[in-house]
T-cell receptor, first 114, second 113 residues
Framework: NAGVTQTPKFQVLKTGQSMTLQCAQD?????MYWYRQDPGMGLRLIYY???????DKGEVPNGYNVSRLNKREFSLRLESAAPSQTSVYFC?????????????FGDGTRLSIL | AQSVAQPEDQVNVAEGNPLTVKCTYS??????LFWYVQYPNRGLQFLLK??????LVKGSYGFEAEFNKSQTSFHLKKPSALVSDSALYFC???????????FGAGTTVTVRA
């Protein structure tokens, strides 16, 4: 059981380039999330998808777009990368609903923008 | 609005000694509270959660946490720390009825042999 799988694991981009980060879960979860992790700031929510067909902005959505492709997959796109988007990006999933179930995380994508 | 504070950036303890990682939270309603652990180059792993009921919650790897409503705290504890407990620990809160989880900045725990 792979859980939450993120690709790629590492990426270096130049300013202005675009890129899509992929995330897939095999736990039949309804909700999926994208976070970024920066030193000393914990995890900040970029976008989330409460269920298939819906997406909503989180705390730091500017410069990003998302697509909930199907129940399993939730992608994050940087249309024009900026150095401020250098970060570690985590995808997570949960059973769904504003409930008490924990989120399950992938191992992250380490993104550097030069 | 909801938020989490982890007042200590780093906690250092000797192996075999008790370990405590502090967390305070703020929510408008009743909280769901979580602790996660992160090892280098890995994602976050769930340790334990508080939903309701008993204020002392037991979780994975011998960890437990105590919910204190009056102090709005949810401190993580382990009676006898191991070197392998060295990692980054995150406290998180969700207001009931909200999808979003808010994380603290994290506390780096170092357990020396």
């Amino acid at each position: 059981n792979a859980g939450v799988t993120q690709t790629p694991k590492f990426q270096v981009l130049k300013t202005g380039q675009s890129m899509t980060l992929q995330c897939a879960q095999d736990m039949n979860h309804n909700s999926m999330y994208w976070y970024r992790q920066d030193p000393g700031m914990g995890l900040r929510l970029i976008y989330y998808s409460a269920s298939e067909g819906t997406t909503d902005k989180g705390e730091v959505p500017n410069g990003y777009n998302v697509s909930r492709l199907n129940k399993r997959e939730f992608s994050l796109r940087l249309e024009s990368a900026a150095p401020s988007q250098t970060s570690v990006y985590f995808c997570a999933s949960s059973t769904g609903g504003p409930n008490n179930q924990p989120q399950h995380f992938g191992d992250g994508t380490r993104l550097s923008i030069l | 609005a909801q938020s989490v504070a982890q007042p200590e950036d780093q906690v250092n303890v000797a192996e075999g000694n008790p370990l405590t990682v502090k967390c305070t939270y703020s929510v408008s309603g009743n909280p769901y509270l979580f602790w996660y652990v992160q090892y280098p180059n890995r994602g976050l792993q769930f340790l334990l959660k508080y939903i309701t009921g008993d204020n002392l919650v037991k979780g994975s790897y011998g960890f437990e946490a105590e919910f204190n409503k009056s102090q709005t705290s949810f401190h993580l504890k382990k009676p006898s720390a191991l070197v392998s407990d060295s990692a980054l620990y995150f406290c998180a809160v969700r207001d009931r009825g909200d999808y979003k989880l808010s994380f603290g900045a994290g506390t780096t725990v170092t357990v020396r042999a």
